[in-house]
């Protein structure tokens, strides 16, 4: 049976190849950039091409600009070795072919594998630039997943299709909250793009973060930071298909994506190359229909799909959640957790800034009990926070605010509970919150 489907597999890759391309000439380099003839006419903005050097080798790029003295394009490489007249390909499949087969496999944004083993493509290739399904025919959000922290599965409840943003600087465990959602969120399947990653973090991430459990159901999509900008920005579009593929099979799908902001930054280097002015604060301005776009793929599907629950990964630096990328997602995304420096130092992981951060599943997803419960961990989290520097300078007196006094009884036990992993499900979660409650009378 299995050796019937990769024959069939193989049969489909056959019928893929073209007997007959577009073929032009390079007629300059300049800045990076290849200037090609002979495609006038038949290149378009976003195919794209083979340069065939004279030692033999190959530079892939991409179409990026429709000039009167020819076609411009952008090289995946470095342009070392390009000369006057080398042949130039033009190639319209900006298509990959998912399949089953490539769960517990590393793969690059082009589909190939990055693990030294044979992979088949799948039957049907699709594009790496789809559109989301239609609007009106979405399902609603789903019912809310277990997580594994009892700070998600209470304060911060993620649904089943629902699209939320992880905001964090670098060494805050951002990369091992990653890798415990992988391998425990509820999903069928789990699809992780590591974009503009460094090289020696992808199979630590594969092999150590994830663990056994975890690649057993996972695709890693890696691009690593060497790589041109290309390659880093194709890296999610990449991800996001393969995550369809499997949400068209009516599975439900965890997307992760780490992370956004190098996936701009990579879209930045390629925009301005093409000639558009970087005027938000350094970004051009289609960076927010690009991040806008990517988004708006992942969520419920239509009646007969599943759904792609999202997690995309943003850096902010210096705790900035008004910098450009951040500010884009709050605003597209149903809900953000706000992973805070001051937290992960004082060493409580997951380092979740519970008043900062926001699910836009509630009130819904919990029941009337359990939002009582959210609203008063909230208030209790707020009133300390406001008061902070007075009770550590020793500046109040105990009694003189009932709502302080209650704050500072209970602050110290919500603070550890907010660090608690668990396997027993949501309303284990909840039931521990009302335990410490009841300290503050309630």
């Known amino acids: 049976m299995q050796q019937a489907a990769r024959l069939k597999s193989f049969h489909a890759h056959l019928s893929q190849i073209k007997t007959a391309r577009t073929l032009g000439r390079v007629t300059g380099v300049k ?4 200037t090609a003839s002979g495609l006038d006419g038949d290149a378009r903005i976003g195919d794209r091409v083979e340069v065939r050097r004279r030692d033999g080798t190959i530079l892939r790029g991409e179409v990026v600009q429709l000039a ?14 390009v000369a006057q007249a080398d042949t130039v390909v033009l190639d319209r499949s ?12 590393i793969i690059d944004p082009d589909g190939n594998p990055l693990d030294g083993q044979p992979l088949v493509p799948g039957l049907t290739p699709r594009p790496l630039h789809a559109s989301p399904p239609a609007a009106a025919t979405r ?9 594994g922290y009892l700070v998600l599965d209470t304060m911060l409840p993620i649904v089943r299709g629902q699209r939320v943003g992880l905001f964090a600087g670098s060494g805050v465990g951002k990369s091992s909250m990653m890798g415990q959602l992988a391998k425990v969120m509820s999903a069928d399947i789990v699809v992780i793009a590591l974009i503009g990653e460094r090289g020696r973090e992808v199979l630590h991430f594969f092999d150590t973060v994830l663990g056994e459990e975890g690649r057993a159901r996972t695709i890693v999509i890696a691009a690593t930071s060497d790589q041109a900008a290309l390659v880093r920005r194709r890296c999610a579009w990449t991800a996001m298909t393969v995550a369809e593929h499997f949400r068209d099979l009516g599975l ?3 997307l992760i994506s780490d992370s956004i902001t190098r996936f701009a930054e990579a879209h930045r280097e390629v925009a301005v190359a093409a000639g558009e002015a970087p005027v938000l604060r350094g970004f051009p301005p289609s960076t927010s229909h690009l991040i806008m776009s990517l988004c708006e793929r992942a969520g419920p599907g239509a009646e007969d799909q599943g759904d792609i629950t999202a997690v995309f990964s943003v850096l902010v630096a210096g705790s900035d959640m008004d910098e450009p990328i951040a500010d884009i997602l709050r605003g597209v995304l149903d809900g953000h957790i706000v992973l805070d420096r001051m937290i992960a130092e004082r060493g409580r992981f997951p380092a979740v800034d519970v008043l900062r951060s926001v699910s836009r599943s509630l009130p819904d997803a919990a029941t009337p009990e359990e939002n009582d419960v959210i609203r008063q961990v909230r208030k209790h989290f707020s009133v300390y926070a406001q008061n902070q520097m007075m009770i550590t300078a020793g500046l109040y007196t105990q009694g003189t605010d009932p709502e302080i006094d209650a704050a500072m009884q209970v602050w110290s036990s919500l603070d ?3 660090a608690l992993q668990h396997s027993q499900g949501q309303e284990h979660s909840f039931d521990q919150l009302k335990l410490v409650l009841r300290r503050a009378g309630r």
């Open 416 to 418: 550890e509970s907010m």
């Open 252 to 254: 439900s799908v965890l």
């Open 68 to 81: 009167s003295e020819g076609v411009v394009l952008l090289p995946d490489g470095s342009v070392s070795g």
């Open 94 to 105: 900006s298509r990959i072919a998912p399949d089953t087969s490539w769960i517990g496999r």
């Open 139 to 147: 399902r609603p959000l789903g019912p809310r997943l277990d997580t």
């Open 31 to 34: 800045a990076g950039m290849i």
